[in-house]
């Protein structure tokens, strides 16, 4: 029976060898019918010894029933994004500030690699084992696709590290070939099916289907290009260690991956993969350089949303040239004004553009940009199309300079710029139309209250007609209101009025953000609701409690304080909640029975996956760690437990089983 199992698990590992080196690396070792070989006496032998099957075998892999519906997951840690930079000018400020900010003199060692233009997802193993996977979401929280990442066959489902990490995400994306694409795409025109736009589409609309029948029949490429949580983190000094280490486990890694020393070896490396471009296999949209020493990357840190240590060097898009027939002030949510300038429409890689932003009134100066001008005009990914440069040759005489409104052109109060500051704002306030406009817009967000079918012209009339003013009378809204307003017929008004109704119960963290306030995104909702346990307590919080919260800085911790402060904001706020809207508390962490208890989980759990597991405990108030110390006071063995049963037994630690965690939580 040893023997039948040992061979077992030995194919398993050469079917999982030959799929990486078929499906991922494009360099089968053996033929298609050696391979097919393989699989046949692994499913005999798996038929004759059933209960030998593996968890972790090739033939466990897909489960062909769709799923119900995506499990939202936190990611262990952020996902984050990155900057871009256009220029070798700004990619040696970019060098420069990474040598001020560490005091170094000589050049930075970096890891190149081309940006690949797919879709960002995070694999998650646990003692070796892949648990789950998510999407990036908003890189606090992702979508669960554990169900179409499992029918990548070049994604293991063990890694080959002995030992393996105890918890490690492996981050990376997934991509659509262009061979592969093109032969889909014929297929699929041939057939009658699904004809995409472009690999990345292809690529995004598999991962997010409920079904994984239909990602097993798309031919998704998984390349890995770093990591979050990594348990043992200490065993590696840089970047290229750790993309070794992938390597070395089985997960396929970016072929073009390179060391390079500076701000001329990254031009280096960006101008090889830029002449490679059309002809490499994979879409790109520009080439990423990583600080390689981890110890670097750790001091460096991140700001907002995007690394210090790593940058995206972006190929510059398809510029066109337009004339600019006028200059629009737009004023924002929070008061910013945008000029806008108006353009002949034109057709910017695929994309019909009649509006290009000018940033403000700096940008303007620096590229010379008149009322009149031709101007060539860039779309770099999905951001507003942008003026790169004017056509002076054809400057004519007709042409007028900007002139910046000193009133604001919503609400004619004052526009102000403050000192060092590149925005200029609109000082209305609350009591400016269209920073309510734009402050409703965003309430009714998917992220936000989520109100569906509360479109911008239904807003818009709601607003002329002075039907609301403000967020909370979006809820004094009745059916009589709504039919009356243009379009709207009896159909559409009770789905409004019931997705209005159904956005009333929201998570304390998108009521947070829902609000508005300058700069607080979802990240820091999510760290405010974290941290308060009502809305009351964050109302009444001050600068101490605010700059205590690991992300929150200075100025953010002021905007929130001046939020506030500000009568109106409080009179609305108090106005949603006695309109029912309802505000859903996490479960509190403290005062629990699980309070100061240190939990380690291991082996697979049956009735709760590890990630409810942990939440379990997390919400009773306990903590959960990867490793056994004298300070775990339970060890929550599951299935074929590893080594950490051996370690809990040597030092003591009390062993449970998920039914014991469960008593303990309700019996205490
Ligand atoms: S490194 C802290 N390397 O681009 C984030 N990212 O626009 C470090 N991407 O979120 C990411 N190819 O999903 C890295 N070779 C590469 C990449 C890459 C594509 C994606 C990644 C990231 C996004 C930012």
């Not at 402060?565 to 005062?591: C, F, S, T, W």
């Not at 990867?626 to 299935?639: I, Q």
Request: net charge neutral; glycine share 6%; with cysteine.
């Amino acid at each position: 029976m040893r023997n039948i199992e040992s061979k077992i698990k030995q194919l398993i590992q050469e079917i999982d060898f030959h799929n990486s080196q078929y499906h991922g690396l494009d360099n089968p070792k053996i033929s298609d019918s050696e391979f097919d070989q393989l699989v046949r006496t692994l499913i005999k032998l798996e038929h004759e010894y059933p209960h030998l099957i593996q968890p972790d075998s090739p033939t466990q892999r897909v489960g062909s029933k769709p799923i119900q519906g995506f499990t939202q997951v936190d990611h262990l840690t952020p996902m984050l994004s990155l900057d871009n930079v256009f220029s070798s000018d700004d990619l040696l400020s970019f060098e420069n500030r990474i040598k001020d900010r560490l005091s170094l003199d000589k050049d930075v060692e970096f890891i190149a690699e081309p940006k690949l233009d797919g879709v960002a997802v995070n694999l998650v193993y646990e003692s070796g084992k892949l648990e789950y996977a998510t999407t990036r979401g908003d890189g606090v929280t992702g979508e669960d696709v554990t169900h179409n990442v499992l029918t990548i066959k070049s994604i293991p489902m063990k890694l080959n590290s002995i030992p393996p990490p105890k918890t490690i995400e492996i981050r990376g994306e997934i991509i659509i070939t262009k061979k592969d694409f093109e032969t889909m795409n014929n297929v699929n025109a041939k057939t009658g099916l699904k004809v995409f736009a472009n690999p990345r589409n292809a690529a995004a609309g598999s991962i997010r289907q409920l079904d994984p029948n239909v990602a097993q029949n798309r031919p998704l490429k998984f390349y890995a290009h770093g990591y979050g949580m990594l348990s043992n983190q200490e065993d590696f000094s840089s970047h290229q260690d750790v993309i070794r280490f992938l390597r070395n486990s089985g997960i396929i890694t970016s072929p073009y991956s390179t060391l390079v020393k500076g701000t001329s070896g990254c031009i280096m490396f960006y101008e090889k993969i830029d002449a490679l471009r059309d002809s490499l296999d994979f879409e790109i949209d520009g080439v990423v350089y990583k600080v390689n020493k981890l110890s670097f990357q750790k001091d460096l840190g991140f700001v907002s949303k995007a690394p210090r240590w790593a940058i995206a060097h972006k190929f510059s898009s398809v510029e066109v040239e337009s004339k600019i027939i006028d200059v629009n002030f737009q004023v924002g949510r929070t008061g910013t004004i945008t000029p806008v300038a108006k353009l002949k429409p034109i057709n910017v890689g695929g994309v019909m553009v009649s509006n290009a932003t000018l940033h403000n009134m700096d940008e303007i100066k620096r590229k010379d940009i008149r009322n009149g001008d031709y101007v060539f005009v860039r779309r770099a990914g999905d951001v507003i199309p942008e003026i790169v440069s004017i056509n002076k040759k054809k400057r004519g005489e007709k042409t007028k300079e900007i002139i910046f409104p000193k009133k604001c052109p919503s609400c004619e109060s004052d526009i102000v710029r403050k000192d060092g500051e590149s925005a200029a704002k609109c000082t209305g306030g609350s009591h400016c139309p269209d920073q309510i406009r734009e402050g409703l817009k965003h309430f009714v967000s998917r992220k936000a209250f989520d109100i569906d079918g509360l479109g911008e012209k239904i807003i818009d009339q709601l607003l002329v007609s002075n039907m609301i003013k403000s967020t909370s009378d979006l809820y004094a809204l009745d059916a009589e209101k709504i039919i009356s307003l243009e379009r709207m017929a009896e159909r559409s008004t009770d789905k409004l009025i019931s997705s209005i109704k159904a956005s009333k119960a929201i998570s304390f963290e998108r009521f947070i953000y829902a609000q508005g306030i300058n700069d607080v995104g979802l990240a820091t909702s999510k760290a405010l609701a974290d941290n308060f346990p009502t809305l009351e307590d964050l109302i009444n919080t001050d600068m101490h409690q605010l700059m205590n919260i690991h992300d929150i800085g200075p100025v953010v911790a002021k905007n929130i304080l001046m939020f506030f402060a500000v009568e109106q904001n409080l009179n609305n706020i108090r106005r949603l909640i006695k309109m029912g809207v309802q505000i859903e508390y996490r479960p509190r962490h403290d005062n629990q029975i699980l309070k100061n208890q240190t939990f380690v989980l291991t082996g697979s759990l049956t009735s709760m996956s590890r990630i409810e597991a942990q939440e379990i405990i997390e919400n009773n108030g306990g903590r959960v760690t990867s490793s056994v110390s004298t300070k775990t006071s339970y060890l929550v063995a599951g299935k074929k437990p590893g080594s950490k049963i051996n370690k809990a037994n040597d030092i003591g630690v009390t062993i449970i089983n998920e039914d014991q965690l469960v008593s303990l939580i309700n019996n205490g």
